[in-house]
T-cell receptor, first 114, second 115 residues
Framework: AQSVTQLGSHVSVSEGALVLLRCNYSSSVPPYLFWYVQYPNQGLQLLLKYTTGATLVKGINGFEAEFKKSETSFHLTKPSAHMSDAAEYFCAVSLPYNFNKFYFGSGTKLNVKP | DAGVTQSPTHLIKTRGQQVTLRCSPKSGHDTVSWYQQALGQGPQFIFQYYEEEERQRGNFPDRFSGHQFPNYSSELNVNALLLGDSALYLC??????????????FGEGSRLTVL
């Protein structure tokens, strides 16, 4: 069975500091991996995805994530936090043979302090 | 290019009532999936529609049903509402087969409150 674990339901950083949001997955086959962001009272917006190829992927708004198969991880990072990054972030996986069904983590709320 | 649109954005129902939520997929997409996002949780897969048929289903009771129309739009119906059905219902669309780029495109959701 597939599952996604996001360590830390709340993360707080200062503006300009490194952002690190953790995601580990469990999957029977190499999955597709995604990070989505959700602002209050809005839907989900794709930040970045890994399907195949280069394991370091860059997304919108300066975010990037690295797929580490040996660690079954797909942590999200951003070198310098901005106030506008405050939102909830969801890690998700899907399977290559069933790519329309996503399994989401429980989310991490990012707070950015001035 | 219109993205995924959902209606209504907010609604309040009482226990035992029925609700219908609507979704229009992104232009060019033919597959619609529905997710339930309870407060403080990640989205949970309800079911998926393709070619007007339910292709797969998550762990939700039969009170949850859906439909897809020839123009690819979709409805989610929930009967005999329970307090626990209060959630944000998200519609996601994608293209099938080789046109699929991997990600799902989400609407802004319909927030259902059951009193």
């Amino acid at each position: 069975a597939q599952s996604v674990t996001q360590l830390g339901s709340h993360v707080s950083v200062s503006e300009g500091a490194l952002v690190l949001l953790r995601c580990n997955y469990s999957s029977s086959v190499p999955p597709y991996l995604f990070w989505y962001v959700q602002y209050p009272n809005q839907g989900l917006q794709l930040l970045l995805k890994y399907t195949t190829g280069a394991t370091l992927v860059k997304g919108i708004n300066g975010f990037e994530a690295e797929f580490k198969k040996s660690e079954t991880s797909f942590h999200l990072t951003k070198p310098s936090a901005h106030m506008s990054d405050a939102a909830e972030y969801f890690c998700a996986v899907s399977l290559p043979y069933n790519f329309n069904k996503f399994y989401f983590g429980s989310g991490t709320k990012l707070n950015v302090k001035p | 290019d219109a993205g995924v649109t959902q209606s209504p954005t907010h609604l309040i129902k009482t226990r035992g009532q029925q609700v219908t939520l609507r979704c229009s997929p992104k232009s060019g997409h033919d597959t619609v999936s529905w997710y339930q996002q309870a407060l403080g949780q990640g989205p949970q897969f309800i079911f998926q529609y393709y070619e007007e048929e339910e292709r797969q289903r998550g762990n939700f009771p039969d009170r949850f049903s859906g439909h897809q129309f020839p123009n690819y739009s979709s409805e989610l119906n929930v009967n005999a509402l329970l307090l626990g059905d209060s959630a944000l219902y998200l519609c996601a669309s994608s293209s099938s087969g080789q046109l699929h780029t991997g990600e799902l495109f989400f609407g802004e959701g319909s927030r259902l409150t059951v009193l």
